[in-house]
C-alpha cells in the first residue's frame, strides 16, 4: 500500500515535470508548425544557468532569473534563425532546432565539462515532506508538483483571460488572419517561443537538482517528452497531459518492479532453463525494460490508435 | 440503367454544424452537371464527401452502384471517379510530363513495381504524350509544374484528373481566378477531354454553366434543391428566389 | 574533328565511368595507410547516405533513426560470419554484406509498416522512439547482442579465393568499392521506377498522389523497405571494416544524427548530394577531429548556418554554379568570390582562434594558457589575443556581409537575364 502511494505521487510529479516540457512543445507546435528539436536543451540550460546562478545569488533568485535568460536566448534564436528558415519548409525548421541542440550541447559540455555537476538542492527543499510507512516523499518532488500546477495554472490565465492570451490562441489557428487585423504576429511567435524556452527552463531548474544534471539530460528527457507527444496527439494540450501522466506513473511503478516472465512462468510450473536461447529475454525483469516502456506505448498507440489519444490533427 | 453517381440522404455535420442536410442526387452516365449555389452552400463539401477526401456523418454515396461513402480516396480514385481541386494541386517539384505520367501510372497496372524502367514503359509515356497535346502543353514538357503560370496550372490540374481513364469526373471550379479569354479556351478544353464522360463541376460563372451543362444541380444550405435542364432550373421559382433572382445572372445567363 | 557537344546520354557515360574511375584509382594516387581507411569508410558511407537521402530527399521522410538498419545490417553480418566460420561452411565474405542487406529489409518491413502511418514532422519522432526502443532492446540482451565488449569477427575466415582473403586493406576496399558502385547504381536506378517516380509525387503533395489512385502509405512503406536494404549492406561492410560490432555504438542516434546531418550537407535534393556528404562525414570524423578539439563546435555551426543560408547543401551549390555557367554567365562572379573567399577566411581566422582559445582554457589548461594558432603564440591569460581575435573576426564578418550583398544582387540580376532569355527563346 505504501509503495503504491508514494509510487504515485512519484510518478505524478516525474509526469507532471514532462507536461511541464511536453506542453511548451505541443504550444510552440501547434502555433508556429515547428517542432522544437531544441526544447529539451532548453530545459538543460535551465538547470545548468540555475547552477550556475544558484552558487552566487541563491536559489530562489535563480529559480526566476535562469529561465527570463533562457527565454531570452530562445526568442533570440527564433528572430535570428528560425524565421529566416520558416519559409523553407517543415524539414528545415526542424533541422535547424536539432542543429540548435547540438550547438547547445557542445557549448554546455565545454563550459561545464562532460560529467555530472553538483547542483544541489537548497536546504529549504532538502528531506522529507512526509513519511508514509517508512517511505519518505520528498519535498524537492513535492516542489516540482507545485512549480508544475502553479506554471500551468498562470499559462492557462495568461491565454485565457489577458489580450496577448487572445492574440495568441487566434494566432494558433489563424495567424494571417490575426496579422491582417493589425497584430505583430512575429513578434507573437517571438514571445511563444521565447515563452516555450523559459517554461522548459523553469522545469530544468526544478528538476535539475532532484534529478541528475548532466549533459545526457537533454536528451534522455528529449526523446520521451516527443512520445508524450505523439501518445497524447500532435497538438492536444490535454492529451500531452493524460501522456505525461501516464508515462511518468508507469515508468515510476515499472522502475520499482522486480518480477519477470521466467518469474510468472515459475509461478505456473513453467521453468526456464540457462540453455534457453530465451533465457536471457525471459529473465529480464520489468524493472529493466522500464526504459523501454513509453517507446513500446508509443507504437502501440501508433498501432491502434495512430491519432493519439486525444488527437484531433491527421498529419 | 445504373446511375453513374447518386447520392442518398448524404449528411455532414462538423461538430455540431451541420453543412450538409440530407442531399439527394442520382447522376446519369455520360450527363454533364453543373453544381451551383450560393457561397457556403456545401459544394465543395459535397464534392469532398463524393471523393473520399470526408466522410459522411451518414447517407450513402454511390459510384455506379457501388457504395463509395466513408472509403479511402485512392480506392474511389480506382473504381473511376476522379476529382479537380479548386486550390491548384499538382506535383511542383516534377515536370509537366511526369506529373502527367504520375497520373496514368496506377490506371496501366504497373502498381507499385520498382523492377522496370519508367523509360520503358511505352503504353504510360504515349499515353502522358496524348494527355500533354490534349491539355496544349506540349511546349512546357520539361517544365517544373512549379513554374508554369496560373491558367497552365489549372489546364495541368485538368490533365491530372483525367489522365486516369476515369468515367466520372468532378471539377472543382475548374476556371477560378481566370480571364474571359482563358474561361472560353479552357471551356473548349474541359468539353473535349471529357467527350463522353460524366461530368460533374462547380461553377459560379453562369455562362460557363449555362453553355456546359446538360443539367443542372442547386445546392442551397447543404441540400439539393433542384435538379433539371437549364431552362427548367431558369424557371424554377424556388431557385430564382435563392440564387438566380439578381438581374446580374440574368444577364450573364442571357449572353450565351 | 567535330565538336564536342554535351548530350544526355554522354554526360552519364561521363558520371558512372567517372565515378568507376574514381573508385578504381583513389586508392593508387593517395597511398598512405591513412587514406586507404579514409577511402573505405567513403565507399560505404555512400551507400549509407544514399539510401538516407531515399527517405528524406527522395521521399520527404526525415529518419532519426536510420542506424536501426544499418546498425542491425552490421549485427547480421557479424551473427552469419560467426555461424560460417563456427560451421566451417563456405560462404563467401564477398556475399556477406547482402545478408546485411537482407536483415535490414526484413527489419524494415514491421518497423516501417509502423513509422510510415504518419508523415511528416510524425514520422521523425516516430523514427527517434523506434531507434531508442531498438537500442534499449539490444542493450538489455547482451548474450544475444554482444553487450559491452561487442562482438568480433575476423574477414579473413575461411580460404582465400583466388588469393584474396580480405586481410589487407585494400583488397576489402576493393569489395567496398565494387559494393559502392553497384548500390549507387541500383539506387539511382530506383528513382527511374514507376515506385521511385511515386515516392517523388508522394514526397510533394501526398493528397494528389491518392487522388490519381495510389496508397501513399504503401509508397512510403515499400521505400523504406528498399532503403533498410541498403543501408544493410552500408551497415555490414561498415562491420566487416573494423572487424567487430557494438550494440551501444551501431544503433546509436548520434549515429543516426550524423547520417541526418552529413546527408543534408552534402544536399539532399540532387542524387549525388549524399556522395558528397560521405566524403564530408569522413574528412570530419578522421581529419578535422585530429586538426581541433572544437571540431564538433564547428560542424554544428556550418551546419545550422547551411540550413539558414543553403538548404540544398553543397550539391545545390555546385548545380548553381553550374547552371550559370551553362549560361556562359559565371565569369562576372570570379572577382566577387574571390572577395567573398577572402572575407570568410579572415572572419574564419578571428572567430576559430576565439574558439581555439576558449577550447584549449577549458580542457588543456593545465599545459599553460599558451595556444598555438596558425603558426603564432597566442597566449590565451592575457586580454590581447581575445581583442586582436574579435577584432579579425568582426572585421570578417561585415566583409561577408558586404561581398555576400554584393554577391546576391549580382547573382539575382544574372537569373533574370537568364530567365528573360528564356521567355524570348519560348516565344521565338
Known amino acids: 500500500m505504501e509503495f503504491f502511494t508514494i509510487s504515485l505521487l512519484n510518478g505524478l510529479s516525474y509526469g507532471l515535470m514532462l507536461f511541464m516540457l511536453s506542453s511548451g512543445l505541443t504550444l510552440i507546435f501547434s502555433m508556429m508548425g515547428v517542432l522544437n528539436f531544441a526544447h529539451a536543451s532548453f530545459y538543460m540550460l535551465g538547470a545548468y544557468f540555475a547552477f550556475a546562478l544558484s552558487g552566487r545569488i541563491g536559489y530562489w533568485s535563480a529559480l526566476f532569473i535562469a529561465p527570463v535568460l533562457v527565454g531570452l536566448i530562445g526568442a533570440a534564436f527564433e528572430q535570428l534563425c528560425l524565421r529566416r528558415v520558416h519559409r523553407f519548409g517543415n524539414v528545415p525548421e526542424l533541422l535547424i532546432t536539432f542543429g540548435l541542440s547540438y550547438l547547445v550541447l557542445e557549448v554546455v559540455q565545454l563550459v561545464w565539462g562532460r560529467n555530472v555537476v553538483p547542483y544541489g538542492l537548497p536546504t529549504q527543499l532538502q528531506g522529507p515532506l512526509f513519511t508514509l510507512y517508512g517511505t519518505q516523499f520528498p519535498k524537492s518532488r513535492a516542489f516540482i508538483m507545485l512549480v508544475a500546477v502553479l506554471m500551468l495554472g498562470a499559462t492557462w490565465l495568461v491565454l485565457q483571460r489577458t489580450r496577448i492570451g487572445l492574440v495568441i490562441q487566434a494566432a494558433l489557428t489563424h495567424p494571417e488572419t490575426v496579422q491582417a487585423l493589425g497584430h505583430n504576429v512575429p513578434r507573437v511567435f517571438m514571445l511563444v517561443f521565447g515563452g516555450g524556452a523559459a517554461l522548459a527552463a523553469l522545469a530544468g531548474v526544478v528538476a535539475g537538482n532532484t534529478y541528475v544534471t548532466e549533459p545526457a539530460m537533454a536528451y534522455a528527457v528529449g526523446t520521451i517528452i516527443f512520445v508524450v507527444v505523439v501518445v497524447g496527439g500532435m497538438g492536444s494540450l490535454a492529451g500531452a497531459f493524460l501522456a505525461s501522466v501516464l508515462i511518468g506513473v508507469v515508468q515510476t511503478f515499472a522502475v520499482a518492479i522486480d518480477t519477470s516472465l521466467a518469474d510468472l512462468l515459475a509461478v505456473v510450473g513453467v521453468q526456464v532453463s540457462s540453455g534457453n536461447p530465451l533465457a536471457q529475454a525471459l529473465r529480464l525483469t520489468v524493472a529493466q525494460v522500464a526504459p523501454m516502456l513509453p517507446y513500446l506505448l508509443m507504437v502501440l498507440i501508433l498501432i491502434f490508435r495512430p491519432r493519439g489519444l486525444m488527437g484531433t490533427r491527421e498529419d | 440503367m445504373t446511375c453513374a453517381l447518386e447520392l442518398r440522404n448524404l449528411c455532414k455535420s462538423f461538430g455540431r454544424t451541420e453543412i450538409i442536410r440530407g442531399a439527394n442526387l442520382a447522376v446519369q452516365p455520360g450527363e454533364r452537371v453543373a453544381v451551383i449555389g450560393p457561397n457556403g452552400a456545401g459544394k465543395s463539401t459535397l464534392f469532398n464527401l463524393i471523393s473520399g477526401r470526408l466522410a459522411p456523418t451518414s447517407g450513402e454515396v454511390l459510384l455506379n452502384g457501388t457504395r463509395i461513402d466513408g472509403r479511402k480516396p485512392f480506392e474511389i480514385n480506382r473504381l473511376g471517379l476522379s476529382r479537380s481541386f479548386q486550390i491548384t494541386n499538382i506535383f511542383p517539384r516534377l515536370s509537366v510530363f511526369e506529373n502527367l505520367r504520375c497520373a496514368v501510372l496506377w490506371s496501366m497496372g504497373h502498381r507499385y513495381t520498382f523492377l522496370r524502367f519508367l523509360s520503358g514503359l511505352h503504353d504510360v509515356n504515349a499515353r502522358a504524350d496524348e494527355l500533354l497535346a490534349q491539355v496544349g502543353l506540349s511546349n512546357k514538357r520539361d517544365v517544373q509544374a512549379v513554374n508554369l503560370t496560373y491558367a497552365e496550372q489549372r489546364a495541368l490540374e485538368i490533365g491530372i484528373t483525367i489522365a486516369g481513364g476515369a468515367q466520372v469526373i468532378l471539377l472543382d471550379e475548374p476556371t477560378a481566378g481566370m480571364s474571359t479569354t482563358e474561361t472560353a479556351r479552357f471551356i473548349e478544353l474541359i468539353r473535349q477531354v471529357t467527350e463522353g464522360k460524366t461530368l460533374l463541376t462547380v461553377e459560379h460563372d453562369m455562362g460557363v454553366v449555362f453553355g456546359l451543362a446538360d443539367k443542372i444541380a442547386v445546392v442551397v444550405y447543404g441540400e439539393v434543391i433542384a435538379f433539371d435542364t437549364p431552362e427548367a432550373i431558369r424557371a424554377n421559382a424556388r431557385v430564382q428566389e435563392a440564387y438566380l433572382g439578381s438581374s446580374v445572372a440574368e444577364a450573364q445567363g442571357g449572353a450565351h | 574533328m567535330r565538336a564536342f557537344t554535351m548530350t544526355a546520354t554522354r554526360g552519364r557515360w561521363l558520371a558512372w565511368g567517372g565515378l568507376a574511375a574514381v573508385l578504381v584509382a583513389a586508392p593508387l ?270 560542424l554544428g555551426l556550418v551546419f545550422v548556418l547551411m540550413i539558414m543560408y543553403a538548404p540544398g547543401g553543397v550539391a545545390s551549390l555546385v548545380m548553381m554554379n553550374v547552371q550559370m555557367a551553362r549560361a556562359g554567365k559565371l565569369g562576372r562572379f570570379v572577382g566577387l568570390y574571390g572577395a567573398l573567399l577572402l572575407a570568410c577566411a579572415v572572419l574564419l581566422a578571428g572567430a576559430s582562434a576565439l574558439i581555439e582559445m576558449v577550447y584549449h582554457m577549458q580542457l588543456s589548461a593545465a599545459t599553460g594558457s599558451e595556444v598555438k594558432y596558425l603558426g603564432m603564440r597566442l597566449d590565451a591569460a592575457t586580454g590581447a589575443p581575445w581583442l586582436g581575435a574579435a577584432a579579425v573576426a568582426l572585421a570578417g564578418a561585415w566583409a561577408v556581409h558586404r561581398v555576400g550583398r554584393r554577391l546576391a544582387h549580382a547573382w539575382g540580376r544574372a537569373q533574370e537575364e537568364i530567365e528573360a532569355e528564356l521567355q524570348r527563346g519560348g516565344q521565338a
Open chain 3, 29 to 298: 594516387v593517395f597511398r598512405s595507410s591513412l587514406a586507404l581507411n579514409m577511402l573505405s569508410q567513403m565507399g560505404y558511407l555512400i551507400i549509407i547516405c544514399l539510401s538516407y537521402n531515399l527517405l528524406l530527399g527522395q521521399g520527404g521522410m526525415l529518419s532519426f533513426g536510420h542506424a536501426v538498419y544499418t546498425g542491425l545490417g552490421g549485427y547480421a553480418a557479424v551473427a552469419a560470419i560467426g555461424y560460417v566460420d563456427g560451421h566451417g561452411l563456405a560462404f563467401p565474405l564477398a556475399l556477406m554484406p547482402l545478408v546485411g542487406g537482407a536483415m535490414g529489409a526484413l527489419i524494415a518491413v514491421p518497423l516501417g509498416y509502423v513509422s510510415t502511418k504518419k508523415a511528416g514532422t510524425t514520422f521523425a519522432m516516430i523514427s527517434l522512439g523506434i531507434g531508442e526502443l531498438v537500442v534499449a532492446f539490444a542493450i538489455m540482451l547482451p548474450d544475444l547482442f554482444g553487450g559491452d565488449g561487442g562482438m568480433s569477427i575476423n574477414r579473413t575466415y575461411g580460404k582465400p579465393f583466388w588469393g584474396i582473403s580480405f586481410g589487407p586493406q585494400i583488397e576489402l576496399y576493393y569489395l567496398i568499392a565494387v559494393y559502392c558502385f553497384v548500390c549507387t547504381a541500383l539506387m539511382y536506378a530506383f528513382t527511374a521506377t514507376p515506385l521511385g517516380r511515386m515516392l517523388n509525387a508522394v514526397r510533394d503533395n501526398p493528397e494528389r498522389a491518392q487522388f490519381v489512385g495510389y496508397d501513399t502509405q504503401l509508397v512510403r512503406w515499400y521505400s523504406f523497405i528498399v532503403a533498410g536494404f541498403f543501408a544493410g549492406i552500408g551497415g555490414a561492410l561498415a562491420t566487416i571494416n573494423f572487424e567487430i560490432f557494438n550494440a551501444a555504438d551501431a544503433l546509436s542516434s548520434m549515429r543516426s544524427g550524423a547520417y541526418l546531418l552529413f546527408t543534408f550537407l552534402g544536399g539532399v535534393t540532387f542524387f549525388f548530394g549524399p556522395i558528397i556528404g560521405a566524403v564530408l562525414m569522413v574528412l570530419s570524423t578522421v581529419l578535422l577531429s585530429e586538426l581541433t578539439a572544437a571540431w564538433l563546435l564547428y
